[in-house]
């Protein structure tokens, strides 16, 4: 996930303030035997070690007892509160998916049998392999396939079309191999904060009459690569959903259909229901900025201009970061006013109201040092 959503008001069960501690400590040894424990005091010096033994144990039994509380819960302990929960676990590493398009050298007067598990290579460790074999009929050249990645997660991502050729395993009459689609859909573990948020949207999918958190739950368990989903039905009968992937990329033929798949199971889709899966519609928008520095000022130039890039970056996510979001220049202001610069000016973005459906597409990006100015 982009964002932490798992912001609620902080609890402890153990008190783990190494100071309030060692003062209880302190006092309690002076009020029993009626000695001041000075600074370099050898007792006081144990005393010290034995706050620091009593601190390290506290913290790990309000670490534990946290564990048992969903929203603090990490790892393989949240994996075990899911039990709890319906048919909710976290989601394994997938492999890409592409549709590759092989082509013969002649047109045969028989069919052409290419087997499952044949290989194309992207480079030495990207592999990927048919799912099915593809029969080439009689008088044809070519036929499509979809391959999977050998390696799961994102490694398998981003290949673009043209992109995998190196056919490792060949076959008689063979010509040319190539992706037609944009290699999609790997993902790593589904984080922490990811499964969290999927544990509480699954009590929607108690209903069996469709409703909005539900398809927005499936969708997101189709893949831990999706960060955000928007579930709406313009009409009766009809339900659009669009999704979004992390870092607000915009998802692929391979990822849009492996949601689709998801949505449209019998156990998932109510009978009446026409779903449409989708990428959201965009808002473009462009980054025109010319900060300023202070002569004489406590940061130097460089560092400010490292300061204002990181800004722009922390900017261009949090406005990708999911759909709905409006195009936002008062919250660029308030980042580049953090930087160390003296003063900026926005030129753009300008304001744009975001529908729910939408997300924003940064265009051009240009920042300028305006130069020194005195206080």
Request: hydrophobic letters at 40%; glycine letters at 8%; aromatic letters at 8%.
């Amino acid at each position: 996930m982009t964002e932490n959503v798992r912001k609620y008001p902080d609890i402890s069960f153990v008190d783990t303030d190494t100071e309030t501690l060692t003062n209880k400590l302190i006092r309690a040894f002076e009020l029993f035997t009626g000695r001041t424990l000075y600074p370099a005091d050898p007792v006081r010096l144990f005393i010290l070690w034995i706050a620091d033994i009593m601190i390290q144990e506290r913290v790990n039994i309000d670490f534990s007892a946290k564990q048992n509380l969903p929203r603090y819960a990490e790892g393989e302990y949240l994996d075990s509160l899911a039990e709890l929960f319906k048919d909710v676990y976290r989601l394994e590493p997938e492999a890409a998916r592409t549709t590759i398009r092989f082509t013969l050298s002649i047109e045969r007067d028989t069919a052409t049998v290419i087997p499952a598990g044949t290989r194309l290579s992207a480079g030495e460790e990207i592999v990927f392999a048919t799912v099915d074999t593809l029969t080439i009929p009689a008088g044809s050249l070519t036929g499509e396939i979809t391959a999977v990645c050998q390696t799961a997660g994102e490694i398998g991502n981003g290949l673009v079309p043209g992109q995998i050729t190196k056919l490792v395993d060949i076959f008689p009459y063979f010509q040319k191999a190539e992706n037609t689609t944009e290699s999609a859909g790997g993902a790593d573990w589904e984080s922490d904060a990811a499964f969290y948020a999927r544990i509480r949207e699954s009590m929607e999918t108690f209903s069996t009459a469709g409703p909005l958190g539900g398809y927005e739950y499936h969708a997101k368990s189709a893949s831990a690569l999706i960060v955000d989903v928007k579930a709406t039905s313009p009409e009766p009968g009809e339900v659009d959903v669009r999704v979004l992937l992390a870092g607000g990329e915009l998802p692929g033929q391979e990822t849009l259909k492996i949601v689709s798949d998801a949505l449209n199971a019998d156990k998932v889709r109510p009978l009446t229901d026409h779903v449409t899966v989708a990428a959201p519609e965009t808002v473009p928008y462009n980054i025109d900025v010319t900060y300023y520095t202070q002569t004489g000022g406590a940061m130097g130039a460089e560092a400010v201009a490292q300061n204002v890039a990181a800004a722009v970056a922390e900017y261009k996510r949090w406005q990708a970061a999911k759909m709905g979001r409006d195009v936002n220049p008062s919250y660029l202001t308030a980042l580049l006013m953090q930087t160390g610069a003296k003063r900026v000016v926005v030129r753009s973005p300008v304001f744009a109201a975001v529908a729910g459906n939408a997300v924003a597409v940064i265009g051009t990006t240009a920042v300028v040092n305006g130069g020194a100015e005195s206080e």
